[in-house]
């Protein structure tokens, strides 16, 4: 009686644990681990303080194109520079048009709402965590 209590309680446990839904795997797009912070407070990441507004960062530590920040107006995305539906190539950096994404290989647009195109892959997101005036990017 008490296995089956101990591996009722186990599996309740297993089976109750969540990834809120956080889902990153994309086969043109290596996992890269990593984390960065950004201050609201410099002029460079000052836009991120107003809606419907991106700042593109490409330092070595985030991968091979770099990432999008975008403030949505209730919260903040953090997205993959390389197109989502593209092997990593010489054109497969995505560009900033608005509040989309533009690859110009196939000239496919995403939502920074969304991370959403028509596409098989959506964006790879990443997770933001805003502290005070500092943002943090992770995977």
Known sequence: MKKIISLSLLCLLFFSCSDN???????????YNFS??????????SKLNYASNAVYYAGPEVGPKGIYVFYTGSGYN???????????????TLTLNGINLVCPCDKEEYSLFTGQGKLQYPLKQYRVEKIGNILRVYN
């Open 21 to 31: 839904g956080f889902k990153n795997n994309n086969p043109y797009i290596p996992n």
């Open 78 to 92: 953090a997205f993959d520079a390389a197109c989502p539906n593209q092997a990593l190539s010489s054109c497969s």
């Open 36 to 45: 960065i912070t950004f201050d609201l407070n410099y002029p460079a990441y």
